[in-house]
């Protein structure tokens, strides 16, 4: 075997971990000081041009939201103040890893991202079809996305990239047993759920605050593509989601969606039994009763594609006061890198594309100049700030409350007590039925089979460690002998990867 090469950043200073995002505390928050990671996403979101990094295939609409129950008590934003009262919003739908070419029908999570135009700015909510993610950290996502795409030498996508990423990322569990079941090709945009994933921060007028999720519930109704029928469906019409979606607000069959929130008072977060700020765990709905408050409508299509859907920028950096960020590594390396690419794709003036700018307040900042400022640009007021000529101040009002944060900067390991095979246990084998797990393990084995014989047993352990079933159905799919799956299930994740290396 070769002599393994040291990692390195892009200036050949040695990296002494790549896992783990520098932090102050565990979990956190992530810390600025953490230079690899920002050489690592700031990187990542320059590598295609023009097109998106993911989410490149993708299809929008206008709409409002409307607010049915009082929230007043758990958030002060202004747009959830009071019942019966109604948003504008756009919103964008896509599919992941493929290009803006790519089928709608591909097994994927969707994307699904929200720009509330509010009277206090405008709130993104940037979430999926899926409740979790496959990954906790944002040091490791350039690496994963990359496993999604296409081979650097073959240029075309790869099973042993995909199935050795996450088969020596176990947190993926989760997500993976997700994609793999039907609800990984949804059958159009209209008949799937929307998710935060993220926990988040709400806060009241009183500076009480919260931890929360967001669950967008179709009323249409889920409906989802088998493995079967999502393949005709690339042939028939790799744009099948994004018509339905325009034929369909064209024709006045408007689609709509309630928003149910879970609600988790903060003191909960300490001692709960989950990790609650985990994007690959779920807070389960008996623990935590999702609450409805409002309903979203869809109800007009864009004009222009490119100057709307494609030009469209959401972020989760895009804040209103009443609502904030939570402790979340994955979200809090999000808050830097939307915006970074939006800047890169787009510009530094991107938020002045109309289907981005604020339209329920003015903007005024000391923001000047830049590529494609097509604004008044300031005009001949003050570009700094104090002044004393009349321009915008800070209103300290708007400030979130403080919260403590304590801790070693480090970077620090996963340490929850909660392994990652419970919930994709629980999910297997109390949630599903018969035909959901005959589907998904027929859907793993159809994919996993392309590639190598170590890297599917090495997968195949961690289908066994969240259920001896639902390992061995996928073991004896694959004609692997479920005895050595067994074995590596029992070794530590260290010594199952040495144990499959080639």
Same mark, same amino acid.
């Given at each position: 075997m070769a002599k393994k090469k040291t990692l390195t950043n892009n200036f050949g200073a040695p990296v002494a971990d790549d896992q783990n995002s520098l932090t102050a505390g565990n979990p956190g928050p992530v810390l600025m000081q953490d230079v690899h990671l920002l050489e690592k996403l700031a990187h990542f979101d320059r590598e295609r041009i023009p097109e998106?990094?993911?989410?490149?295939?993708?299809?929008?609409?206008?709409?409002?939201?409307?607010?049915t129950k009082d929230v007043t008590k758990w958030t002060k934003a202004r747009f959830l103040s009071k019942v019966g009262k109604k948003t504008d919003l756009f919103i964008r739908f896509s599919t992941v890893g493929g290009e803006k070419g790519s089928a709608d029908a591909e097994r994927d999570p969707r994307g699904f991202a929200i720009k509330f135009y509010t009277e206090e700015g405008n709130y993104d909510m940037v979430g999926n079809n899926t409740p979790v993610f496959f990954i906790r950290d944002p040091l490791k996502f350039a690496d994963f996305i990359h496993t999604q795409k296409r081979n650097p030498a073959t240029n075309c996508k790869d099973p042993d990239m995909f199935w050795d990423f996450l088969s020596l990322t176990p947190e993926s569990i989760h997500q993976v047993t997700i994609l793999f079941s039907d609800r990984g090709t949804p059958a159009t945009y209209r008949n799937m759920h929307g998710y935060s994933s993220h926990t988040y921060k709400w806060y009241n007028e009183k500076g009480q605050y919260f931890w929360v999720k967001y669950h967008f519930k179709s009323e249409q109704g889920i409906q989802n593509l088998t493995r079967e029928n999502a393949e005709i469906m690339k042939g028939k019409d790799p744009d099948h989601a994004t018509r339905d979606l325009y034929n369909a607000i064209e024709r006045g069959d408007y689609p709509s969606w309630k928003l149910e929130m879970q609600i988790m008072n903060p003191q909960d977060a300490e001692s709960y039994r989950f990790d609650p700020f985990d994007v690959t765990k779920v807070w389960p709905h008996g623990d935590y009763p999702p609450i409805t408050i409002g309903r979203m409508v869809l109800n007009r299509n864009p004009e222009n594609y490119f100057a709307e859907v494609e030009q469209a920028a959401f972020s989760p950096g895009n804040f209103v006061p009443g609502i904030g960020p939570s402790l979340d590594k994955m979200l809090q390396g999000r808050l830097f890198s939307y915006h970074d690419t939006h800047r890169h794709r787009l510009g530094p003036n991107y938020h002045l594309i109309p289907v981005?700018?604020?339209? !329920?307040? %003015?903007?005024?900042?000391?923001?000047?100049?830049?590529?494609?400022?097509?604004?008044?640009?300031?005009? !001949?007021? %003050?570009?700094y700030y104090p002044n004393s000529f009349g321009g915008p101040e800070p209103n300290p009002k708007t400030g979130?409350? %403080?919260?403590?944060?304590?801790?070693?900067?480090?970077?620090?390991?996963?340490?929850?007590p909660n392994d990652d095979f419970v919930q994709p246990g629980a999910?297997?084998?109390?949630?599903?039925?018969?035909?959901d797990r005959e589907h998904l393990t027929g859907n793993i084995v159809s994919h996993l089979g392309g590639a190598q014989k170590r890297i599917q047993l090495r997968q195949t352990a961690l289908f066994y460690k969240a259920d001896p079933e639902y390992g061995t159905r996928v073991a004896k799919g694959l004609k692997l002998d479920v005895n050595e799956v067994k074995r590596l299930a029992d070794m530590s994740h260290e010594a199952r990867a040495k144990a499959t290396e080639e």
């Open positions: 998106r990094v993911v989410h490149a295939k993708g299809a929008g609409a206008y709409g409002y939201f409307e607010v981005n700018s604020a339209k !329920g307040c %003015p903007m005024h900042n000391y923001q000047r100049d830049g590529f494609l400022r097509v604004d008044k640009n300031g005009g !001949g007021g %003050p570009n979130e409350p %403080p919260f403590e944060v304590s801790g070693k900067a480090a970077r620090q390991k996963y340490t929850h999910l297997y084998k109390k949630v599903m039925s018969d035909m």
